[in-house]
């Protein structure tokens, strides 16, 4: 059997029975996990294309030179190619990178319009080991935990619960966030004790982020397992998907990797809500073409995906990349690069576009958004200095070129819009040259067709469009998708109502994605930080911070605007409302008031609200029922020694220190305990970097645990 070393343990029966060396892990198995080199490709055997995916690839290519050869060919016609100035020039070349981009993405939806769904073998999970990993970093642990607990309830009801067990590998920095998830680990394996094994580590030295966190599991516990599904701290996922993701891994010993396309659920707020629609609607056909055109050569977004531990390990070492950061050190957006290497080394990774019952939550707001999308462009750009690697197939490069311009897209829009304003100042303040050649008989007269640049917009429109007009149709035509997403009616209102605000919402987040570009490119590296998953009220104070630059951006653009042709500024009213309007937008989008009365009149819905699965009514019966984790987890310990010696348990053992080198912070945390006359001293002395000694170190927190809750009077 592939990549199964050792034989799965048993489930533990709590705290007392899970004594082992590593804690609630159990005993390592380790895998070779080498360093890939950028520079020479590993030995690899060829994979056959099958004649849909050529066909795919077919539609979309002529789909995508089609529309870009008439587009580039009708701009050419209305400036005029011989008498071309510099910035028409420049306008026509950001002009056609930007059409590719759009023309690119209608003929990937038109291809999955008109190619058959990929079909999978499947055969029974019977002999295998599957690890739920769920990596977390400072997140919530009873929402994470009780998604797992409702995934391992539901595999146990089909009976496939043997299959699996849980894996929890923790990055957390904050002591308190790291006790409360021990807490948590611990009443879900009390939960979980007849069902399936919970395993729970956190990193002594989170090296990599996510990414070393994953290659940390494989190499010392990767042995035990043929597989794991990586999940993500807001992930969901039915059992039939879970164990469909096994049966046809199980089928095929050439895939590496199978990714699901996980569906927007869980979020309340209007923002959250409007995406939550659009990617119901769109989503699927634009994941259904990009996986009809990538056949064995499927990308993979970093859970809600199964892996073979064993391919992964032979071929997913990540180097550091040279250089300082930005650019350089360990990769980012890691997962792409992985679907890449995975292939590079002669493994299938496919998408499964097909498969229901995989679920993930979106940001909450706008700034939410863009707090995420600052980590996420650093990644993709990264991706420049590992889009030339040896031996990638095309279509990985295309993946990596397709995140690249994501980012890329929002600065060439930017670049557009400030030649269009050069060119009508040109024409508005300097006089044209006719006779510019000497001994010149006939004047060059300026060329502009109007009528046929009026015609190149509506045709870029309808291109831009095309994916959302296809998913329209899909969505009103069909009635399951109909019935469930507002009706007859509600489906395309909601489409047009979400087409409008995406149109005010998209000026805003050029601006914010041009910015996140510009910081990169100028040497700043982007912060590690929990992602904020609930919806809160935003104040007007947050939303200002966060958009006053945008609103003024916006009203001198119109102001410009208008005074160099009013003509100029009805072509740019969208881009500069939305400017204009940033602040309340940006309030608005956070806002579960406003998000609950769209569902009130029927607008923005998800099949999920129409008739919820019972794992998601699990999921959240679970977090509802569940006693509240305690906020100080130093001073819970402190009072409970049954949670005080369970939390050492199953922890890792402190790494050894190095003899010379003492760690500061266990040294100064060790005093500040030591002098302490009562708890709250103690408490308040110590900091953040010491209270991890502290929750690290069963002497300290015994120590601790003596103290009194308050000082001695007299």
Known sequence: MDGHLTPPSQPSGGTAKFLSPSGAMPVEAPLEMPVQDRHRAPPSHPLETSPVTWLARLIAAAATLGIFGYGLLEMLAIVGFGNMTSLQAAMIV???????????????????????????????????????????????????????????????????AKHFEIVIVSDSTNADAWIAETLAAER??????????VRYRRRWHNIGRK?????????????????????????????????????????????????????????????????????????????????????N????????????????????????LPGRKPFGGFVLSHDFIEAA??????????????????????????????????????????HLKLIG????????RLHLGVGIMSYLASPLWLMLILIGFALTLQATLIRPEYFSKTFQLFPDWPVFDARRMMMLFLFS????????????????????????????LGVPISAVVELMLSALYAPVMMLIQTEHVFSILTGRDSEWIAQRRQAEVMSWRESTHYHWKHTIIGIVLGVIAYLLSPTLLAWLSPTVAGLVLAIPLSKASGSVRLGQWFSRVGLFRIPEEHETPWILRRRDEIMHAAEP?????????????????????????????????????????????????SLREALGWLSAPERIEVAADRELLEQLGQLPQVEAVG
């Open 94 to 160: 950001f002009f056609a990178i930007t059409l590719l981009w759009i023309a690119f993405s209608a003929g990937s939806a038109l291809c999955g319009l008109l190619t058959p769904r990929a079909r999978f073998a499947t055969v029974p999970a019977d002999g295998s080991r599957t690890a739920l990993v769920m990596p977390v970093y400072n997140e919530d642990p009873l929402r994470t935990t009780a998604a797992l607990q409702a995934m391992a309830e539901a595999l146990g009801a089909v009976d496939a």
């Open 188 to 197: 879900l394996r009390s939960a979980l004790a007849t069902i399936m094994p």
């Open 211 to 295: 990414v070393g966190n994953i290659e940390d599991f494989v190499k010392r516990w990767g042995g035990h397992y043929d597989y794991m599904i990586v999940l993500d701290a807001d992930s969901l996922m039915s059992p039939d998907t879970l164990l469909a993701l096994v049966e046809r891994m199980h089928a095929d010993p050439q895939l590496g990797i199978l990714q699901t396309v996980p569906a927007l659920i869980g979020q309340v707020s209007f923002f959250a809500r409007l995406q939550q629609f659009a990617s119901r609607l769109y989503g699927g056909v634009i994941a259904r073409g990009m996986a009809s055109w990538s056949g």
């Open 297 to 320: 050569e499927g990308n993979y977004w970093g859970h809600n995906a199964i892996i073979r531990v064993r391919a992964f390990a032979e071929a997913c070492g990540l180097p550091q």
């Open 341 to 382: 290497y995975i292939r590079r080394a002669g493994w299938k990774v496919q998408m499964a576009a097909d498969l229901q019952g995989s679920w993930e939550e979106g940001p909450p707001s706008l700034t939410d958004i863009a707090v995420r999308d600052r980590r996420w462009a650093q990644g993709n750009l990264q």
């Open 389 to 396: 690697t040896r031996g990638l197939k095309w279509t990985n």
């Open 461 to 488: 429109m309808l291109v831009l469009l095309t994916p959302k007009m296809i998913g329209l149709l899909r969505g009103w035509l069909f009635p399951s998708i109909r019935r469930k997403c507002g009706g007859f």
């Open 629 to 677: 984790l305690p906020a100080e987890g130093l001073r819970y310990l402190a009072r409970h020694p049954v949670e005080r010696a369970a939390h050492i348990t199953n922890n890792l053992a402190r790494p050894h220190e190095t003899r010379g080198h003492p760690n500061a912070h266990r040294l100064t945390a060790a005093a500040k305990v030591m002098q302490a006359q």
